[in-house]
C-alpha cells in the first residue's frame, strides 16, 4: 500500500537518489586504494655506487674540466694540470674533444663553466649547449656541466 502526500502523480520529486551517488564514491575508492600502491613502487631513485675500501679513489681534479668563456669569444681551459690555455672559439669543439676522452672512463665526467662578467648570458648558455652536445650518450648525460658562480656575487 502506497500512500501519496499530495501533488500531481507522476510529476517530479524533490529528493536526490543518494544511491547512484554512494555508488560511484565507493568506486572511485576502490580504484585509488588499488592504484596508490602501484604509483609508489613506480618511484625512481637514483642511488649512488657503492665503493669499495680495496679499490682506489679516483683523482677527483682528472675527471674536471673547467671553461671560462672571455668577452672576446675566446675559451680559456684548464684542467688542473698546469696553466689555463687560452683558445679561439673556432677551435673549441677540436681542443675540447680530446680533453674530454682523456678524462677518467670510471668516473663521472665533469666539466665547470666560468665567465667573465662582461659576458653575455647567451654566450654562456651556448658554451653550456656545445660541451653538452659531445657527450656520446643519446641523452647526453655522459657529461655533467655545472655554472661555477662566485660566492660574492648577491642574487645568484
Same mark, same amino acid.
Given at each position: 500500500?502506497?500512500?501519496?502526500?499530495?501533488?500531481?502523480?507522476?510529476?517530479?520529486?524533490?529528493?536526490?537518489?543518494? =544511491?547512484?551517488?554512494?555508488?560511484? +564514491? @565507493?568506486?572511485? %575508492?576502490?580504484?585509488? /586504494?588499488?592504484? $596508490?600502491?602501484?604509483?609508489?613502487?613506480?618511484?625512481?631513485?637514483?642511488?649512488?655506487?657503492?665503493?669499495?675500501?680495496e679499490q682506489e679513489m679516483p683523482d677527483p681534479n682528472a675527471s674536471q674540466l673547467t671553461v671560462k668563456t672571455k668577452v672576446g669569444g675566446d675559451f680559456e681551459f684548464d684542467d688542473g694540470n698546469g696553466s689555463?690555455? =687560452?683558445?679561439?672559439?673556432?677551435? +673549441? @669543439?677540436?681542443? %675540447?674533444?680530446?680533453? /674530454?676522452?682523456? $678524462?677518467?672512463?670510471?668516473?663521472?665526467?665533469?666539466?665547470?663553466?666560468?665567465?667573465?662578467?662582461?659576458?653575455?648570458?647567451?654566450?654562456?648558455?651556448?658554451?653550456?649547449?656545445?660541451?653538452?652536445?659531445?657527450?656520446?650518450?643519446?641523452?647526453?648525460?655522459?657529461?655533467?656541466?655545472?655554472?661555477?658562480?662566485?660566492?660574492?656575487?648577491?642574487?645568484?
Amino acid at each position: 500500500m502506497s500512500m501519496s502526500t499530495g501533488g500531481k502523480p507522476g510529476g517530479l520529486q524533490a529528493e536526490i537518489n543518494v =544511491t547512484p551517488l554512494i555508488d560511484v +564514491l @565507493l568506486v572511485l %575508492l576502490i580504484i585509488f /586504494l588499488v592504484v $596508490m600502491p602501484i604509483m609508489m613502487k613506480m618511484e625512481t631513485l637514483q642511488v649512488p655506487r657503492k665503493i669499495d675500501n680495496e679499490q682506489e679513489m679516483p683523482d677527483p681534479n682528472a675527471s674536471q674540466l673547467t671553461v671560462k668563456t672571455k668577452v672576446g669569444g675566446d675559451f680559456e681551459f684548464d684542467d688542473g694540470n698546469g696553466s689555463p690555455i =687560452t683558445v679561439p672559439s673556432a677551435d +673549441l @669543439l677540436r681542443t %675540447l674533444r680530446p680533453k /674530454l676522452e682523456a $678524462m677518467a672512463t670510471g668516473t663521472e665526467k665533469v666539466v665547470f663553466v666560468d665567465f667573465e662578467p662582461a659576458v653575455p648570458w647567451r654566450d654562456v648558455v651556448g658554451t653550456m649547449d656545445t660541451i653538452r652536445s659531445l657527450a656520446s650518450d643519446v641523452n647526453h648525460d655522459e657529461i655533467k656541466v655545472a655554472l661555477k658562480v662566485k660566492e660574492d656575487q648577491p642574487g645568484l
